[in-house]
């Protein structure tokens, strides 16, 4: 079976920091790159980041990049996304994603290419 599992959401204030885990099971782990999505509430899912298999340097969408930080320990099958500097235009509900194919910077920002999906966890930042 395959799962993905998000956990370190949780509330904190602006400027502060959270670290998100996605721990993985259930498919090749090491063929897979890993993206995460968020959504707020009436909005429409978005990217947020994304690494590739071998654990490259990630892509980011511009709202985050200098504040998130994504990486991936291939031994644990389990990326992080390390969020500092939280604004309450981060609050949403955070995915992690599995895709088997090639990850680019013209297509990891489409929810539409990832194969599994996590069941999200809740970051709520306050003003």
């Known amino acids: 079976e395959v799962q993905l599992v998000e956990s370190g959401g949780g509330l904190v204030q602006a400027g502060g920091s959270l670290r998100l885990s996605c721990a993985a099971s259930?498919?090749?782990?090491?063929?897979?790159?890993i993206g995460w999505f968020r959504q707020a509430p009436g909005k429409e899912r978005e990217a947020v980041s994304c690494i590739s298999n071998s654990g490259g340097s990630p892509y980011y969408e511009d709202p985050v990049k200098g504040r998130f930080t994504m990486s991936r320990d291939n031994a644990k099958n389990t990326v992080y996304l390390q969020m500092n500097d939280l604004k309450p235009e981060d609050t949403a509900d955070y995915y992690c994603a599995a895709t088997y194919g090639v990850i680019h910077s013209g297509n990891y920002y489409l929810p539409y290419e990832y194969d599994y999906w996590g069941q999200g966890t809740q970051v709520t930042v306050s003003s």
């Open positions: 259930g498919f090749p782990w090491d063929d897979y790159a």
